[in-house]
C-alpha cells in the first residue's frame, strides 16, 4: 500500500504540473481517478498482469474524462516491472505496443492536439522509460532464477555425494564383515587344532599356529585399508594392500584346511583378467561362503569351483554340511553375510541362489553368476 501510496501521490503532481489543454483541475474526481490508477500498484506483486491490464485501463479512461495527461511509465511502470520480474515478458511488451496504438493517435487527435515531433519525441521517451523497466524486471528474473538453479545442481550434487558416501560405507561395512567373520572362524579352527595336536603333533600345532598368524596378519592389512577409506585417506595409493581376487584364492581355502576340513579348489575356463571389481566379489563371496561352512555347518568337505565362460563367471562353493535347525528342504533365512553377498553380485549385474544341495539331501551349496566384464 505504501508503494500505491507513493506513486498517486507522484501522478497527482504531475497531472497538475502538465500542460495538457483543454485540462480540467486537479479536483477531488481527478484525484479518485489518479489513485484508482495508482491503486493498481498494490496489487502489481501478487497478480502482476491483471495489475497490468488494470492500469493500462484506469489510465486511458481517466485521460478519456479529462484527467491532465502525464507519462505512462508512472502508472505503468511498477506493474509492467512486476510482470517481467514474474516471467510475463511478452505481457509487457503488449502492454508498450499499446500504449504506442493509444496514446499516440489520443495526443494526436484530441481537441488540444499536440505537435508531431513534441508527440514523437515525449512517446520514444516513454517507451524507452517502460522498456529499461521490462528490462531491468527481467534481468533480475534470470539473475533469481540462474541462482536458483545454481542452488539446484548444488543440492543435486551434494545429495549424490551423500549417496555414493553411503553406497561406499556399504560395501566398507560388507567388507569388514567378510574379513573379520572369516578371520574370527579360522583362528577358531586353527587355534582348536594347534590346541589338540600340541603334545601329540607338534608340527602339526606349529602349522596351525602359523597360519592363525597369517590369517591375522592379512586381516590387518585388509582392515588398514578399509580404515584409510573410512577416514579418505585414499591419496597414497602405495599405502593400501593388493585388491584381493582370484590369485588370493588358493591361500583362502588353504587357511581353512585341517583334520577336521578337506577344501579343494577348481578353477575353470579362460584364466584371463576380470574386472578389479568381479575378482573382488568372487574373492568374497568364496571367504564369506566358507566362513559360513566354518560357523555354521558341521561339514567334512567343501569344494571351491571358479567357472569362467565367455560371457559370465560361475562360483560355486558346495559343502557336504548343514545348517542347523533347517529342513532338508527348507531355505535358509538370509543372514548379513549371504544379504552382502547378494547386494555385492546385484551390483554388478549377476546373480546369487544358494539352499540345501537338492541330490543328496545333504550338504548346502552357494552359486554366483556374475557378468565377465572382459579386462582385455
Known sequence: MTSAGVMTAVMVVAAAESDDFPARPVDAPVIAAVAL??????????????????????????????????????????????????????????????????????????????????????????????????????SLRSRRALRAEAVGRLRMAEQEHQRRLTAERLRVARDLHDVLSHTIAVVSIQAGVAAESIDSHPVRAKQAVELVRSATRDAMLDLRSTIAVLREDIADETRRGPTPGLAQLPDLVDSVRSDRLTASLSVRGDAGPLRPAVELAIYRIVQESLTNVLRHARATSVAILVERGTDEVRVEVRDDGHVPGQSPTGGPVPGSGLQGMLERVAALGGALSFGPVPDPPRGFVVEARLPTGDAR
Open 37 to 138: 490508477v495508482g491503486s493498481w500498484t498494490a496489487a502489481a506483486r501478487r497478480v502482476p498482469r491483471t495489475a497490468l491490464v488494470g492500469s493500462c485501463a484506469s489510465l486511458y479512461v481517466a485521460l478519456f474524462f479529462g484527467v491532465p495527461g502525464f507519462s505512462p511509465a508512472l502508472a505503468l511502470g511498477v506493474p509492467l516491472f512486476a510482470v517481467a520480474w514474474a516471467g510475463y515478458l511478452w505481457w509487457g511488451v503488449t502492454a508498450v505496443v499499446a500504449v504506442l496504438a493509444i496514446g499516440v493517435p489520443f495526443r494526436l487527435l484530441d481537441a488540444g492536439a499536440e505537435p508531431v515531433g513534441q508527440v514523437a519525441l515525449a512517446t520514444m521517451f516513454d517507451v524507452a522509460l517502460l522498456a529499461v523497466l521490462l528490462l531491468l524486471g527481467d
